[in-house]
């Protein structure tokens, strides 16, 4: 068998849960299951051996539906060295008792070698249809926070990096959460666009594999908004304080 | 199956290495967290340790933030020597964090000697007292190894 790495965005529906990441997850630290690839839901392609989170969960807020998608990093035992997977092969990802069960929708060639960039998505097949159409735009948004020289094989230890948006709404780089909350204090997600497309955009809210408390989070940032506000005279034409006005009807 | 268990074995290793808790930990708090006093100076917030390619070369992937500054540019460098006191060095890879790449980068090194352990460390600007605490963590490159371990 072949190893090789693949770079795997996993989108789930829900707003800040990642029930079927965590699913994946377990799945892996679990020492009774396995997890693989079907090709066609027939052909055994190959047998994963580890998953490593890459980028923390970013949030997508859209008129269709809530989500939250995550990056992974996939090692997969290639069964044969010479299959590769191309673009609209459907590829299931499947574990022994069949509770993990997600279409990866493919966008670049997959196999030995082949693996650059964002290579593939993994949807839960209820919110397939929505964001199938979206699919090529995400794949090129999700590149963005990356360095340009991505090149396999890619360390991630210690990885816990979050999309990051700047104070007046700049998309930014990978930030740690830390860095976040002490400085720019925005996370990035995607929201719609009125001409078609999704596109990156800020919110004070995480993206998150559990639960956030989204109220707490607005007013923490409304609050510093707040005092930054009263402190630079100059911000308050700027873009924090016209987020909260905006997002908080009562004063 | 075993194949895979032995693969977290190894990673466990890196991950107690570099002090970073485990990945499922890493989600964001439920409510909003600020912990304790703001961070300073250089800090190395992810990677430290090199996978090695197929061909041989050694990856070092790092991502290292001055909280000081954190736009400007940082000018470091990896050294590589054979002993762990870093009296002889054999290689210096100029490097440099730019924040157009989130400070993250990403290095290809082929040792010119083989078949001998290596040490490496990060070091920030001219001298290693700039920032002792990354300059302190050393990793080592063994031949036999696809990944560095802690030294």
């Given at each position: ?40 839901s027939?052909?055994l392609?190959?047998t ?29 035992d ?9 673009t ?9 008792s ?21 290579a ?14 979206f ?41 740690t ?24 955009s ?5 993206g ?15 609050g ?10 100059d ?7 016209e ?9 | 199956m ?14 107690l ?5 485990s990945a499922?930990a890493?989600s ?16 190395m917030t ?8 197929k ?29 762990r ?6 290689d ?34 001219a ?12 990793h ?6 696809n ?5």
């Amino acid at each position: 068998m072949a190893q090789t790495e693949i770079l795997m965005a996993v989108i789930d529906k829900g707003s800040n849960t990642m029930t079927t990441y965590q699913a994946i997850m377990s799945a892996l630290t679990s020492n009774s299951d396995s997890l693989t690839l079907m090709l066609n839901s027939t052909t055994l392609v190959a047998t994963i051996t580890n998953v490593v989170p890459v980028m923390q969960p970013v949030r997508i807020q859209t008129n269709a539906l809530l989500a939250t998608t995550a990056v992974v990093k996939v090692y997969a035992d290639w069964k044969d060295p010479k299959k590769r997977v191309q673009t609209s092969d459907l590829l299931t990802l499947v574990n022994a008792s069949g509770t993990v069960l997600v279409s990866v929708l493919l966008l670049a060639d997959i196999g030995v070698e082949v693996a650059a960039g964002i290579a593939a998505f993994t949807l839960a097949s209820d919110i397939q249809s929505v964001v199938t159409q979206f699919a090529s735009d995400l794949a090129v948004q999700l590149s963005l926070p990356f360095p340009n020289n991505f090149v396999p094989p890619v360390s991630t230890a210690g990885s816990n990096l979050y999309w990051s948006a700047l104070k007046n709404g700049a998309i930014g780089g990978l930030a740690t959460y830390d860095e976040i909350m002490s400085d720019s204090r925005l996370f990035a997600c995607f929201k719609d666009n009125p001409g078609g497309g999704w596109y990156p955009s800020y919110s004070p809210i995480p993206g998150s594999i559990t639960p956030v408390d989204a109220t707490d989070y607005v007013d923490s940032f409304c609050g510093w908004a707040h005092t930054q506000d009263s402190t630079h005279g100059d911000m308050a034409m700027g873009f924090p304080v016209e987020y909260c006005e905006r997002t908080q009807s009562s004063p | 199956m075993s194949n895979r268990r032995s693969f977290l074995r190894a990673g466990t290793a890196v991950l107690l290495a570099t002090g970073a808790r485990s990945a499922a930990a890493q989600s964001a708090p439920a409510k909003p967290s600020i912990g304790g006093p703001q961070p300073h100076g250089y800090q190395m917030t992810n990677g430290g340790t090199a996978l090695k390619r197929k061909d041989g070369a050694w990856v070092f992937w790092a991502r290292i933030v001055n909280f000081d500054d954190r736009h400007s540019d940082i000018t470091a460098s990896i050294q590589i020597a054979t002993d762990r006191g870093f009296s002889q060095i054999v290689d210096v890879l100029p490097i440099k964090l730019t924040e157009r790449k989130s400070f993250i980068d990403i290095t290809p090194y082929k040792p010119k000697v083989e078949n001998t352990q290596l040490y490496y460390r990060y070091v920030i600007g001219a001298s290693p007292e700039t920032a002792p605490s990354i300059t302190s963590v050393v990793h080592v490159l063994a031949p036999w190894d696809n990944e560095s371990k802690a030294g």
